[in-house]
């Protein structure tokens, strides 16, 4: 027994740590951030004042992390986040198709407790930073457990601040602002007025389910009794949960940080409030057998301060796409701003205005200009309000966390500030060694590796898949509005189309060729070539003979616009760069098939082209005279890891029980680590939670390989591969002069390498 003598003096219990790297902040940008850094030997603390990762996207709020997929509802087509970020999303869609926000828990935790250079703390809050007075470089931070009633002093010579609310920064005297910008300071029309409001608000959900017998509820004395004060009571639907109530946003009037409590408990008065309408107002008889699973602990936020750096992204860039000499992340999401009066507004919950594609953000945007030791991270990078808008979604921060681990590693190796990374003798080199990470950034003309040895190799393959048709499965879809195809295209003469059309009557079909003014973009705003086709009653084989020809491999679409509508055949088939699409809307994310700009609103107007989900969106059945050749071996020794300005995968024949795609050297090399790319269908926006998906593994995914030296014995194999990448670190190098990857089985659709890199050093 333990006897304490209540005159001695006590403390809290205290430890010091020492690392390479302080990480504030355990959402998916921390997340990114820590294991990056610490994959590549960096010793980390990564300090989070909740329970649990993941920030929104936890179970503790449990808002789908999404980013420049948009849904899918927007023309940024194979834009889903590579990297750790993408590692993630993955093994994810492996363990819980069904997107349930504590099992995304579980799978953040595995993820961080996998690596052993990172100190995860949770439950842990910063209160006071130690801080050089003359260079204003954090020298170390306290933070405190409630949990265990411990002390922590954290002492590095890199900081960064994921933390939402940016409390590192602020402690350390950071430049930062709250509130809009005026439409002058930028030029940016989206500005919005002192009317509108400043500030985007909290949101609170809830989940429903149904218990199969009656459930009385009995609402608390503190729930909002006059559902009528809500100017968007008609939105309520029985059958919504969880993230479909986004639009319940409140505090964009009021201090969205140190009036955090206040704001919490009005939305809980609004849940609880519409829950009791649902249930008792007698609207809703749908309602009998459900009961209130779950309500939100704390507010999910959307915006508190944002920090300068160097540079501060506006609105222009995202809308323009403009290209930084110093990018190093991406962003899709629509620029996606709020009323400030949340559900109180007589407004639209949300205006979304969408750029024509993926847009960069540099590197100067992610540390502070202030404090010169203070990486940045989610949603505190340096943007304007507008910008911030688009950046805020958290696959955006994800990404760019990556890139702030990579950076943080090279700052630590060089003892380098972050600021003095810039110079182009770190730059290249630093983000070379980010993006053979499978850190996508788009727009990047081909940047020379000069350690990957597939540079120097000849590449072959047993076969390559010609594409001599999408074959036809004997059914037919009903065309209500225009579809089309986008597909890999070749340079020079295009192969002439051959369609099957089923028509109830004579008429015409209207065939147009288009493709995006900007290489990258999937926007098929540009009509290359029309052809004016004859229906006749029933069955139609429609020949398309293309004259137009360009320069370089491009993605094309092969748009059929109906005067009525009309039948086309489907196919069962899923090709690499290949993707049906449809001229409509997904009213999530827009609220029309075009995009209409305000009169002034620097916006650009077009036409939205959109995919569907499997198990939907089959391709269209075509055949190509002369076939299709998009898949050529060399393309797995350069370009993107995903289909972007040309496709960059080799796909084997089906007919091949081979499969080998193989690289050969003049002289021996010495082989110690090879990275592998598959393709998991980047198109597919994966949503954490409460989204259900079809599958867990992506059908296009290789799912056995092997790896052999040229004498034929396994240097590597695998088998239940799921992952879009895989890195074989040979724990030995070995000289040969030849590698082959022979791909044994996929998760059922044809499948293909879009990358291979390999290196003599691990």
Request: proline share 6%; charged share 25%.
């Amino acid at each position: 027994m333990d006897i304490h003598n209540l005159q001695q003096p006590r403390k809290l219990h205290e430890s010091r740590i020492d690392c390479d790297l302080t990480i504030v902040g355990g959402g998916l940008s921390g997340v990114c951030t820590a294991i990056t850094a610490a994959r590549e030997g960096l010793t980390v603390v990564l300090v989070q004042d909740r329970p649990v990762l993941g920030g929104n996207a936890s179970s503790e709020v449990r808002l789908w992390a999404l980013g420049a997929t948009s849904h899918m509802g927007n023309n940024n087509r194979w834009a889903r986040e590579g990297g750790i970020i993408d590692e993630i999303m993955v093994e994810n869609l492996h363990r819980n198709p069904e997107g349930n926000p504590v099992l995304f828990d579980a799978v953040l935790l595995d993820k961080v407790f996998a690596e052993n250079n990172i100190t995860l703390l949770l439950d842990t809050a910063v209160f006071k930073i130690d801080q050089d007075k003359e260079s204003l470089e954090i020298r170390g931070l306290w933070a405190f457990s409630s949990l265990n009633e411990s002390l922590f002093e954290i002492r590095s010579p890199l900081f960064c601040d994921s933390s939402g609310d940016g409390i590192l920064g602020y402690l350390s005297g950071a430049d930062f602002r709250v509130g809009a910008e005026g439409k002058e300071e930028f030029d940016e029309p989206l500005a919005p007025d002192e009317f509108y409001g400043e500030l985007l608000g909290h949101t609170i959900y809830f989940y429903s389910k149904d218990t199969g017998a009656p459930v009385e509820y009995i609402a608390p004395d503190f729930a909002l009794k006059d559902i009528t004060e809500i100017p968007r009571m008609d939105r309520i639907k029985a059958s919504d949960t969880g993230c479909s109530f986004w639009w319940l946003e409140y505090g964009g009037r009021l201090d969205t940080v140190h009036e955090n409590q206040e704001i919490k408990k009005e939305l809980w008065k609004v849940s609880y409030g519409i829950w009791d309408y649902i249930k008792n107002s007698g609207k809703f008889p749908e309602a009998e057998n459900l009961t209130l699973e779950w309500v939100g602990m704390i507010p999910g936020k959307r915006e508190s301060r944002r920090f300068e750096g160097d540079y501060m992204l506006r609105q222009s860039d995202i809308i323009e796409q403009r290209l930084f000499d110093d990018a190093v992340s991406y962003g899709g999401w629509a620029v996606d701003l709020h009323p400030a009066d949340g559900l109180y507004s007589e407004r639209p919950p949300c205006n979304q205005f969408h750029s024509k594609g993926v847009y960069q953000i540099p590197y100067r945007c992610y540390y502070s200009r202030s404090v010169p030791n203070l990486f940045l991270n989610g949603r505190l990078i340096s943007a304007s309000h507008v910008a911030f808008g688009s950046t805020r979604v958290m696959m955006t921060g994800a990404h760019g966390g990556q890139a702030v681990g990579m950076a943080a590693v090279w700052c630590r190796r060089k003892s380098l500030l972050p600021r003095e990374l810039l110079k182009e003798t770190y730059f290249a080199p630093f983000r070379n060694a980010l993006i053979r990470t499978g850190h996508y950034i788009p727009f990047l003309p081909e940047l020379e590796d000069p350690d990957d040895l597939v540079a120097q190799a000849v590449i072959s393959a047993t076969s390559t898949l010609a594409v001599e048709a999408v074959r036809g499965n004997g059914t037919f879809e009903s065309l209500e509005q225009p579809a089309g195809m986008l597909l890999p295209l070749p340079a020079g003469s295009l192969p002439s189309v051959f369609i099957k059309v089923m028509s109830s009557r004579k008429g015409k079909l209207k065939v147009q060729l288009r493709k995006s003014v900007r290489p990258g973009n999937f926007t098929p705003e540009q009509v290359l070539e029309e052809i004016v086709c004859s229906l006749q009653e029933g069955e139609n084989r429609i020949t398309i003979p293309f004259t137009h020809q360009e320069k370089e491999p491009f993605f094309g679409v092969i748009a059929l616009l109906p005067d009525f509508p009309v039948r086309v055949e489907c196919s069962d088939q899923r090709l690499p760069g290949f993707l049906s699409l449809y001229h409509e809307m997904n009213e999530k994310v827009a609220k029309s098939v075009v995009q209409e700009a305000p009169e002034g609103s620097g916006i650009e107007s077009f036409e939205f082209w959109l995919p569907r989900r499997r198990p939907d969106g089959k391709l269209l059945a075509m055949t190509f005279d002369p076939p299709l050749l998009p898949y050529t071996p060399d393309a797995a020794g350069r370009g993107e890891e995903r289909p972007a300005v040309r496709n960059t995968a080799w796909v084997p024949s089906p007919d091949d029980p081979a499969s080998t795609l193989c690289f050969s050297w003049a002289e021996s090399v010495s082989v110690a680590k090879i990275m592998l790319s598959f393709d998991t269908d980047f198109d597919h926006a994966m949503e954490s939670a409460q989204w259900k998906h079809p599958e867990r593994h992506i059908p296009s995914c290789v799912r056995h390989f092997r790896v052999f030296d040229g004498n034929g014995n396994v240097l590597a194999e695998l088998d239940n591969n799921y992952s879009t990448r895989q890195v074989l670190n040979l724990g030995r190098a070995v000289m040969l002069k030849t590698l082959s990857v022979q791909i044994v089985s996929s998760w059922g659709a044809e499948a293909g390498i879009f990358r291979v890199r390999i290196f003599s050093s691990e």
